[in-house]
């Protein structure tokens, strides 16, 4: 059986990015990716420049033709359905039972997004209504939006959005989490707070058009922004036994390193941050030259 100097286990920017500065050490890489995006939802990608406005399916038709020029750069199509540690490094079983092995394993598998359960949010998710501000807040610009999160962000999420409007209501689908010194903050600067639990978003053709409450009060709005839970996408970090940060997140080391020797998370599954295209390709690229130090200095001490 092949053992690739290193799997990659994610095909978003970050894996993708790993997969191209690692083929261009002359690496053999096994990119495994099953072509199920995160971001499958969103209309267009921005703030990566060169590609700004990009559709993620665009981007990700020039980044595997740029990656699979590397003739050591394999892509395999398969579905993840464990993955052990085995004395040469690690072994990656698919769900047909086709074993990949490698010296070395990044993680990109990314996270999810868990939103509360709201009815009608699905229909405008990724049209009128996403959840970071710098990859949609422009399109929505000088609009009457809606911040709605029942996490302590929301003050601070409401305070960055006055960049692109300033007419705001801030929704904390009933929970408790202003104190009353932001309350008066957010009241001064003509941010109405609505703290009465969602019952509904209302809307048509993609578009939000009203926000309903519980208590039957509507305001019209044309989009928002919602906060969602994030949890790991990939049910083997767990099986790997990593560390994890407070967030969540993979825990690593400046160079993606996790606690697990031989094993490296990159892109949104490490930091768990704002949902950034140039952010998670940037890790992937500083992971993959880790990867390729720490497999030369095996290779020659």
């Not at 981007?59 to 395999?76: D, G, K, M, N, S």
């Not at 989009?223 to 560390?243: N, T, W």
């Not at 407070?246 to 768990?272: C, E, F, H, N, Q």
Request: hydrophobic share 40%; glycine share 10%; net charge negative.
């Amino acid at each position: 059986m092949t053992i690739y100097d290193c799997a990659i286990i994610g095909g978003g920017p970050a894996g993708l990015n790993a997969a191209l500065v690692l083929g261009r050490a002359r690496r053999s890489v096994a990119l495994i990716d099953n072509n199920q995006p995160r971001n499958a939802v969103t209309h267009a990608s921005h703030g990566f420049i060169t590609r700004d406005g990009v559709t993620p399916a665009e981007f990700r038709r020039i980044a595997y033709e740029e990656v699979l020029r590397y003739p050591t750069v394999e892509h395999l199509p398969i579905e993840v359905a464990s993955v052990g540690r085995i004395e040469s490094g690690f072994e990656i079983c698919d769900l047909s039972g086709q074993r990949v092995q490698a010296r070395k394993l990044i993680l990109a598998t990314g996270v999810k997004e868990v939103f509360p359960e709201i009815e009608g949010f699905y229909p405008l998710y990724g049209k009128s209504l996403f959840n970071c501000p710098y990859c949609d807040g422009w399109e929505l610009r000088d609009q009457p939006l809606a911040v709605v999160s029942e996490y302590p962000d929301v003050f601070h999420k409401a305070k960055l959005l006055l960049s692109w409007s300033k007419d705001l209501i801030v929704c904390t689908n009933g929970k408790a989490t202003l104190s009353d010194e932001q309350k008066q903050r957010l009241q001064s600067w003509g941010i109405a707070i609505m703290e009465q639990p969602i019952m509904s978003f209302i809307g048509h053709n993609g578009r939000l058009e009203r926000i309903r409450f519980a208590d039957g009060t509507e305001i019209p709005r044309t989009g928002g922004f919602v906060s969602p839970k994030f949890v790991q996408s990939a049910p083997f970090v767990e099986q790997l036994g990593c560390e994890r940060t407070d967030m969540g997140g993979i825990k690593t080391d400046k160079g993606g390193r996790t606690s697990v020797p031989g094993l490296y998370a990159a892109g949104d599954a490490s930091y768990i941050g704002p949902s950034q295209v140039v952010f998670a390709a940037a890790d992937g690229s500083r992971t993959a030259m880790s990867v390729h130090m720490d497999l030369t200095e095996e290779e020659y001490g």
